[in-house]
């Protein structure tokens, strides 16, 4: 299912690449999660990866939501300016915002001509010409490593973390602001070594301002059933408070600030 | 405590005999503005702590005798009819209450005995036959109005056309400038008016007999004061001398006044700034530590929170949880640029966590762009960990009315304090006005005829011109029998129930603002929007009613930031604000109109049947200005842009929203959430919206909306990129997120 996917959305992209359109799932207008300040956030439309605790599986699917130009995007967060102060802006989420990577920078391109904060919320798996100049217009980058070990991330997304590792790599070049986000799963992403392999890797990145841990929640659950797909980790809890701060402890020891969203 | 000292006694002096009287210059003039933050607050002392648990116990036997302790069922209550009554003498700082015992209930019968009368029975007592006997020989506000009021008029009330009109109750909403009594002294205030009713002379019109009437019963009004000073051993006729008689000669000119009316809001006004005068004397001449000074706004605000007034069980369908709305309005700039807040502004909403959260006193910050970030971030703190704040737009309000010396009458509408007054008039259901537009002017639910030339609308489907057309007509003729009612209120209440308490604090001939209003905008503008943008298909019955509507097709709703349906909220808003204004109003009140629900939108949408835009018969209608529940779908940004968009110049008496919210939803780490909170504020204000009333649910709420789900169809959930509405989780995953929004240690 999934590779059908990805082919398929390769056309589906350049066809909307000429008439400026996003295939966007949904927006929030007072976004206070995904990036610093208010934020009017896009969720896009399609991933490649297949998460196994994805909190928005109808997001995953290239065909769903709707067609939005991006200027109306852009009309959008110029109506919003007084709600975004110093700190706030626009942030692209998902859904993997990559699949739409050309278009994205033409609309973070405009946003910067207004003097709109782009941030962009990725799992980092493109990274080409395309992604590369998208980056030179993202104020922001906000990183989501699903796992630092390539066995469990197959385990966890279905692909490789090779390409998410090279797209940190390359950020990391540019000089330009970088976030980590690692979400926090009980038996699949909260092991002590892999923990300190994640801070050992990044722990020499000048970019990197802060890793968000996310600490794994059902919530998205229903949504799964709704799609007809089965929730494989319907058994697994949230990370209590006691392996929550674990995990802080070791990362605190690799990254300057480490906040818990 | 020393009473007084040289340099308050020295300033009082100063200010003295320099009529007229002038509390907005002598604020002006002495006030302190605060730039700094919350840091030098103090808590509770033991004292305050010992004196609130009797206010606490109290309040748990009042629960437990069903929301009512006692009532004095013998006295009519007045200024002076009852004896002195005391929390605790020994520990009162602060002195005074309704009656001879905390918390028992006096009647005030002159707004309508029967209503007085049944509230009395309700508890199973009844009202004395001496009472009884005086209503005999003389009238009330409510026998009054029904005497005037013709067959059309009862025809638009007993069809929920116009509701909650204040026929058969107080009309409340007039703010006493009580820091009048305080500042001049009962002598002085006197000798003023005194001066006023000499000067009404010559042709002697109807309006100047009746203003020498009323001039003449609020000198009786501050003689009675000072009656009641002196039962409590104060000498009100003076002006007060230090922080601790400040305070206290204000709250007795409060008392004054809710002793003799039972207004269904009774606001307090904008007093922090004028307490922090004396406040900040008595703290410079070290009469008084920072402690102290918190001890005397303590007590101040535990008395406000004991104010009760005798209520049928009725009035709480309309206004749930026995409301008395002692609103005191906090911060805000002056005209000159400078702020009006001060450490007294802290000082106040410090009470909330001295004494707890409390929904009284109604603490409203006035909210300015140029406010100082420290109170903006206390705000957002206090806001976070209370909920008891609601914010109005000071620049906003300051710009189009002028004055920067104002209170904020019950929840929402500007009053310019002893200036200008407001006559309250409740408000009009816009939704069963469309519906009336739909059915030939007959009412929905029981086909009465009522409005006149409504043209049949025939088709499969609803013509948006036609509708319309329709609606306007209805619009106009509701506006004209609406004008006959309240002149009728008014010139009533006037006549029989006369707020002379309150009215010997304002100048003589106060100018008046005629407080229309309106519910179900949100609807409105989804219904037309519907019609426009959709197909609209309306059920009928055999007598040709609607009874559902069948929308065929997707149109943008009010709430999404949408131009094309939020104009026709506006539209529609303006439209009836300008038919109001075709009427003439008693005392040349100006009419000014609110979009305002409190609670009774819940009443409301009970009594209104399905409207266009497929809500069903009596299905709720959004609180005041609110989008309708669910069907924001983009967010607290655009659900705020779009009320914005109402204009206030069309609807003076204010817009009311309510913004609920979880702490996480603002933002993870509290700094953020702080942050993020005044940030909101200060974009949607700088949008020009006029009111919000922000409720950030904690754990026992959402604890209630686990328990009973149906009473929070609109509870948002938002984790990282994620948001759900709470009651579409089962219930293991709503645990879940109750558990997850309070674990923020770490």
């Not at chain 1, 390409?163 to 602001?177: D, H, I, Q, V």
């Not at chain 2, 914010?391 to 309000?397: F, G, I, R, V």
């Not at chain 2, 604890?703 to 009651?727: C, H, W």
Request: hydrophobic share 35%.
């Amino acid at each position: 299912m999934k590779s059908e996917t990805i082919t398929r959305s390769g056309n589906l992209m350049a066809d909307l690449q000429k008439s400026e359109l996003l295939r966007v799932h949904s927006i929030e207008t007072f976004g206070t999660h995904d990036g610093p300040g208010i934020r009017l956030v896009i969720f896009v439309q399609g991933c490649q990866f297949h998460c196994l605790y994805c909190a928005n599986p109808d997001t995953i699917s290239i065909e769903g939501g709707t067609l939005m130009r991006i200027d109306e995007i852009v009309e959008k967060a110029k109506k919003q300016k007084p709600f975004f102060g110093k700190n706030g802006g626009v942030t692209i989420s998902g859904g993997e915002p990559l699949l739409q990577r050309a278009m994205l920078s033409e609309l973070f391109l405009r946003l910067r001509k207004e003097g709109i904060h782009t941030t962009l919320d990725t799992n980092g798996k493109v990274i080409d010409k395309q992604t590369k100049q998208l980056l030179e217009t993202t104020d922001l980058v906000m990183l989501d490593i699903k796992h630092i070990n390539d066995d469990w991330h197959h385990k966890i997304t279905r692909l490789s973390n090779v390409n998410t590792l090279k797209f940190a790599e390359y950020r990391e070049s540019t000089g330009k602001p970088m976030w980590l986000r690692y979400v926090l799963v009980p038996g699949y992403s909260d092991q002590e070594e892999y923990l300190h392999q994640l801070g050992k890797h990044f722990k020499d990145y000048k970019s990197i301002q802060k890793i968000e841990i996310l600490p794994y929640h059902q919530l998205g659950m229903h949504k799964w059933e709704a799609l007809g797909w089965k929730y494989e980790l319907e058994d697994v809890k949230s990370p209590d408070i006691a392996s929550l701060k674990k995990a802080t402890d070791i990362l605190q020891q690799y990254f300057k600030e480490v906040s818990v969203g | 405590m020393k009473n007084q000292t040289a340099e308050t006694k020295d300033l009082i002096e100063k200010k003295l005999l320099n009529l007229p009287i002038d509390v907005k210059g002598f604020v002006e003039k002495n006030v302190t503005p605060y730039y700094g933050d919350d840091s030098f607050l103090e808590g509770p002392t033991t004292r305050t702590n010992e004196l609130w648990q009797v206010c606490l116990d109290a309040m748990l036997k009042e629960r437990e005798k069903g929301g009512c302790l006692a009532i004095d069922t013998e006295t009519i209550s007045s200024i002076t009819s009852h004896k002195p009554g005391y929390i605790n003498k020994e520990l009162e700082l602060i002195v005074g209450l309704q009656t001879d015992e905390l918390l028992k209930r006096a009647m005030k019968p002159f707004g309508g005995i029967r209503v007085v009368e049944g509230a009395v029975a309700e508890r199973g007592l009844k009202v004395a036959e001496e009472v009884l006997n005086v209503f005999k020989h003389t009238s009330d506000h409510n026998n009054g109005v029904f005497s005037a009021y013709d067959d059309e008029i009862k025809q638009y009330r007993s069809l929920g056309i116009l509701t909650g009109l204040p026929d058969n109750y107080a009309r409340g909403r007039i703010i006493g400038d009580y820091r009048r009594l305080a500042l001049y002294g009962a002598d002085e205030l006197i000798k003023a008016k005194k001066r006023d009713l000499k000067a009404v002379t010559g042709v002697l019109s109807e309006h100047k007999i009746r203003l020498r009437e009323e001039i003449t019963s609020q000198i009786k009004a501050l003689k009675d004061m000072v009656i009641l000073g002196n039962s409590y051993g104060l000498q009100l006729n003076r002006p007060a001398a230090s922080a601790r008689e400040a305070i206290q000669w204000l709250y007795m000119a409060y008392l004054a006044a809710v002793k003799e009316q039972d207004g269904a809001a009774m606001s307090l006004g904008n007093v922090s700034n004028f307490m922090d005068i004396y406040i900040e004397k008595d703290l410079a001449a070290g009469v008084i530590t920072e402690t102290e000074a918190q001890e005397l706004v303590d007590q101040f605000v535990m008395k406000l929170r004991m104010v009760r007034h005798l209520r049928p069980g009725a009035y709480d369908d309309i206004f749930g949880g026995d409301p008395t709305w002692v609103t005191e309005a906090i911060g805000g700039q002056f005209n000159d640029g400078r702020t009006k807040v001060t450490k007294t502004s802290f000082r106040f909403l410090q009470t909330l966590y001295n004494l707890g959260a409390s929904p009284e006193p109604n603490l409203t910050v006035l909210w300015s762009q140029d406010l100082p970030e420290g109170f903006k971030k206390f705000c957002g703190k206090v806001s976070i960990d209370t909920s008891s704040i609601q914010y109005e737009n000071d620049d906003l309000m300051r710009e189009t009315r002028g004055s920067d010396d104002y209170g904020i009458a019950c929840c929402v509408s500007y009053q310019e304090l002893g200036k200008r007054i407001q006559f309250f008039g409740a408000r009009t259901n816009l939704p069963k006005t469309l519906l009336m537009a739909l059915n030939e002017g007959r009412e929905e639910i029981s086909g009465t005829k009522v409005l006149k030339d409504i043209l049949p609308l025939e088709g499969e489907y609803l013509d948006y011109e036609l509708v319309m057309e329709n609606f306007k007509k209805s619009m106009s003729q509701i506006a004209e029998v609406y004008s006959r009612a309240m002149n009728i209120i008014h010139y009533m209440h006037d006549r029989h129930y006369y707020e002379k308490a309150q009215l010997a604090l304002i100048d003589s001939d106060p100018g008046i603002d005629m407080a229309y209003g309106a519910a179900g905008i949100s609807i409105i503008a989804d219904s037309l929007s519907a019609i426009k943008y959709a197909k609209v298909k309306p059920v009928r019955n055999e007598d040709g009613l609607t009874v559902d509507f069948i929308v065929e097709g997707d149109y943008p709703k009010f709430g999404n930031d949408e131009d094309s349906v939020d104009e026709i909220a506006a539209y529609i808003t303006k439209y009836f604000s300008e038919e109001l204004a075709k009427h003439a109003c008693y005392k040349n009140a100006r009419p000014t109109l609110s979009l305002l629900t409190i609670t009774s939108n819940v009443m409301y949408g009970k009594k209104t049947g399905a409207t266009p835009d497929g809500r069903k018969a009596g299905e709720v209608f959004a609180p005041g200005a609110n989008p309708m529940h669910g069907r924001d779908t983009n967010g607290a940004v655009a659900a705020l842009s779009s009320v914005a968009k109402l204009d206030y110049k069309d609807a003076l008496d204010g817009i009311s929203n309510t913004f609920s919210i979880i702490p996480k939803s603002l933002g993870s780490a509290r700094e953020e959430q702080i942050e993020n909170l005044t940030r909101l504020l200060d974009g949607y204000f700088e949008l020009g919206a006029h009111h919000l009333n922000v409720n950030v649910l904690d754990r026992e709420t959402l604890m209630d909306a686990y328990e009973n789900p149906e009473k929070y169809p609109q509870l948002t959930i938002r984790v990282s990129g994620y948001a759900v509405n709470f009651t579409r989780l089962s219930k293991a995953h709503q645990m879940e997120v109750i558990t997850r929004t309070f674990h923020d240690s770490l």
